[in-house]
């Protein structure tokens, strides 16, 4: 298949755009439908995916994911117990029949539906506002058919204790779905997000998501994101992030699975005073690919960001990281740093890795670095020499470097989660 073939495939359910529950969302639809059809298929000729090559899911024939089945025992092995909500989507379709909805005065988490019907001029101020549709395909295509989407709403000075859990379930084959998650926290809100990518059963499948979180002033988001496709998929997401006066926003991102996986991370710190930390770990073995590209936008003075990005790269993989700092002439007295930092596991595994700086201000401090290396000699004689085995040794050293993204996730059974796939995972990606 040509790569206009893939996207006249993507583009095809042209008569969804009739079935958009209101009128302002059929029209930003419609606007992103228009732009879809206006931009080219990402190739390894575009700067920004020279390290990427798509052209395995262009030659993928893909169908528009209508919604699969799935129950609730095949679902247990994800459960997150602290969760106050699950909102789980099959296919890129709301299971309602699988999830745990919250609708109280000042808290909403659930479908669009209910959160059209509950909380109207919250999802309209922010749907579709913050993921920019004019340059990103990806992102345009998901807004065009945006039917389904898992929304979080806490009112303002609400501080909610047990994480929402966000579900998305993949479960067949050679489908193309469009997730979304929009999350808005009012003013000295807060909230804790999980949201987790599995698949049952899917072969060949397209994940195409996008997230959308509002921080208005004070407001506190944190937002764990999990990326655990089936190793024969691939994975599109962009993760846009909007943040108002002394607002904070501490993000992690797990990327374990798919063929294929490309995430974007963008954040504006908007307002003076933001406060973002921002961690990432990729593990990935065999021919996978994980590309994350990220850009903080410091637009408001006194703002801080840290940013700690960690690969581990088995097999004959590649890692690729892209992160830029971005500090605009206003924005004095920011305090950023960001690091990336890599581990090749075989003679083949690949990483690269792009730290960027683009300053406009004078009254700053920030820093950028990047390492890639190998398991260290003297660390593995040492273990070897108390007795452990040489794969137990690696293994042992290989979660020692993931660990500190991991632990820092503030949900304690995710970490025990990831914990029990990452142990379980390196001795097949080294």
Known sequence: MSEQAFLDTLLLPRHALQAAPSDWLKRRRAEALERASALSVPTVRDEDWRFTDLSPLYRARLQPATGGQTD??????????????????????????LSRSVIEPDVLAGSLSQALERRADAVESALATVARVDADLFTAVNTAFLQDAAVVVIGAAREVQQPVHVLHVATSRETAAHPRLLVVARQGAACTIVEDFVAIGGIGYLTNAVAEIVADAGAEVRHVRIQREADTAFHIANTSVRLAREARLRDCSVSLGAHISRHTLSVVQEGEAVDCEIDGLALIGG??????????????????????????VGGAAHAVFNGKIFVRPRAQQTDSAQHSR???????????AKPQLEIFADDVKCAHGATVGRLDADEMFYLKSRGLSEAAARNLLTYAFAADVVERIPVPSVVRAIERTI???????Q
Do not use: C
């Open 342 to 352: 890599n581990l090749l596991l075989s003679p083949r595994a690949q990483v690269d």
């Open 287 to 312: 021919r996978q690919l994980a590309d994350t590209h990220s850009t903080i936008d410091h637009a408001s003075g006194r703002g801080r960001s840290r940013q700690l990005h960690k690969t581990v």
């Open 72 to 97: 609730a025992a095949a679902l247990q092995l994800f459960a997150v117990p602290e969760a106050g909500s699950r909102l789980v989507f099959v296919d890129g379709r709301f299971a309602p029949e």
């Open 423 to 429: 142990l379980g995972r390196i001795q097949d990606r």
